[in-house]
């Protein structure tokens, strides 16, 4: 599937500028903006959403009237006819699946188009649409110039390989996107000869729990706050008789389980990469679309927020919660 991005600004002259002035980090290869009374409502798909949400939010448009959210959609790949849009209409209702919003097709080429479309069950959808032969996308193809095309200077946050990737995020620091941990369960701060601090797993499943419930981020173990790469050296210490990847892999499932976060397991990926001649762990972290995510047998409701994770109360829980997941199928019909 392809990712939308949607966010609400002010109904005014210039607010559209500004917004695409600060996504020009990215290849913008679909926009829609409609009317919303005061506000706008402004969905767009572009060649790296992950840098796009950065850079919204390194602009500020995290606001809450700005709803900034995510979205998996369908990207339909369609022959280029008179007829086909209304045949695939025709095709999901019959299959009980209700068109929620659509917009901007894109051409492909003289015989091919893909149009962007958000249905009330977007897996079952691409499943059915095999039956009449049609192919949804998990990316939009690019022109070979816009791939060449370097990015202006400062703002390839995320430009080149995975490892420069990488390096690029440590370099900016922590955000809303983005979190450092020193361990994962090696105290730095005791004295005592008994280094393991279950506490610090608590610490990492709170990040993972606020990435789930905001817009999904990055946690990377083994880097300091200040962004300098510690490794993985203590934590391996930790291990008993299995002091490798495997070893750390097994005590970080564990510690999901522990908190209550093993339902949200496709949520995650994550691997092992090596950062000069320091390892570190790289796990990201997808946004929950469907429920709120809640941490531990207390089911502390936690969001990222002004660069941490911040433990909302019950009534800003239920607040936040109306507004990311009851009110994102609402707002997305009106």
Same mark, same amino acid.
């Given at each position: 599937m392809?990712?939308?991005? /949607?966010?609400y600004v002010p109904?005014?002259?210039? #607010?559209?500028?500004k917004v695409?002035?600060a996504?020009?980090?990215?290849n913008?290869q679909?926009y829609s903006?409609?009317?919303?009374g005061k506000?706008?409502?402004?969905?767009?798909?572009?060649?790296d959403?992950k840098?796009a949400?950065?850079?919204?939010?390194l602009n =500020?448009y995290n606001k809450e009237?700005?709803?900034?959210?995510?979205l998996?959609?369908? =990207?339909?790949?369609?022959?280029?006819?008179?007829?086909?849009?209304s045949r695939v209409?025709q095709?999901?209702? #019959?299959?009980?699946i209700?068109i929620?919003?659509?917009f901007?097709?894109?051409e492909?080429?003289?015989?091919?188009?893909?149009v962007i479309?958000?249905? &009330?069950d977007?897996?079952?959808?691409?499943?059915?649409? !095999?039956d009449?032969?049609l192919r949804?996308c998990?990316?939009?193809e690019?022109?070979?110039? $816009? *791939?060449?095309s370097?990015?202006?200077?400062?703002l &390839?946050? @995320?430009?080149?390989?995975?490892?420069?990737?990488?390096e690029?995020?440590?370099?900016?620091?922590?955000?809303d996107?983005?979190e450092?941990?020193?361990? /994962?369960r @090696?105290d730095?701060?005791t $004295? $005592?000869?008994n280094?393991?601090?279950? %506490? *610090?797993?608590k610490?990492?499943?709170?990040?993972l729990?606020?990435? /789930?419930n905001?817009?999904g981020?990055?946690?990377?173990?083994g880097?300091n706050?200040d962004s300098?790469?510690?490794?993985?050296e203590?934590?391996?210490?930790?291990? =008993?008789?299995l002091?490798n990847d495997?070893?750390?892999?097994?005590?970080?499932?564990?510690m999901?389980?522990?908190?209550?976060?093993?339902?949200?397991?496709?949520?995650?990926?994550h691997?092992f990469t090596?950062?000069g001649?320091?390892r570190?762990?790289?796990? #990201?972290?997808r946004?929950?679309r469907? %429920?709120p995510? @809640?941490?531990? !047998? +207390?089911e502390d409701? @936690?969001?990222?927020?002004?660069?941490s994770?911040i433990?909302?109360?019950?009534? +800003?829980?239920l607040?936040y919660?109306k *507004?990311?997941?009851?009110?994102s199928?609402?707002r $997305?019909?009106?």
């Amino acid at each position: 599937m392809l990712t939308e991005i /949607m966010l609400y600004v002010p109904n005014k002259a210039r #607010e559209l500028s500004k917004v695409l002035e600060a996504l020009k980090v990215v290849n913008i290869q679909a926009y829609s903006i409609e009317d919303a009374g005061k506000l706008n409502r402004v969905r767009l798909i572009v060649n790296d959403s992950k840098a796009a949400l950065y850079q919204l939010d390194l602009n =500020g448009y995290n606001k809450e009237y700005n709803s900034l959210v995510s979205l998996p959609v369908l =990207g339909i790949e369609l022959p280029h006819r008179a007829g086909e849009l209304s045949r695939v209409a025709q095709f999901l209702g #019959e299959n009980n699946i209700n068109i929620e919003h659509s917009f901007l097709t894109l051409e492909l080429d003289k015989k091919k188009a893909i149009v962007i479309i958000d249905t &009330d069950d977007n897996s079952k959808a691409a499943t059915v649409l !095999k039956d009449i032969d049609l192919r949804t996308c998990d990316h939009i193809e690019e022109p070979l110039e $816009s *791939l060449a095309s370097p990015l202006p200077d400062g703002l &390839d946050i @995320y430009a080149g390989s995975d490892n420069k990737k990488l390096e690029n995020m440590i370099k900016r620091l922590e955000n809303d996107f983005v979190e450092f941990k020193s361990t /994962m369960r @090696y105290d730095l701060d005791t $004295s $005592s000869e008994n280094k393991v601090n279950k %506490e *610090l797993g608590k610490a990492i499943c709170k990040t993972l729990a606020a990435f /789930m419930n905001s817009n999904g981020g990055t946690l990377l173990i083994g880097v300091n706050p200040d962004s300098s790469i510690r490794g993985l050296e203590e934590d391996f210490s930790t291990l =008993g008789s299995l002091k490798n990847d495997d070893g750390f892999l097994q005590v970080f499932r564990n510690m999901i389980e522990t908190w209550g976060l093993i339902g949200n397991l496709p949520l995650i990926t994550h691997r092992f990469t090596d950062v000069g001649e320091k390892r570190i762990f790289v796990v #990201e972290v997808r946004r929950n679309r469907e %429920e709120p995510v @809640y941490l531990g !047998k +207390d089911e502390d409701f @936690y969001i990222r927020a002004l660069s941490s994770s911040i433990k909302l109360n019950t009534r +800003d829980a239920l607040t936040y919660i109306k *507004l990311h997941w009851q009110s994102s199928k609402k707002r $997305s019909v009106k």
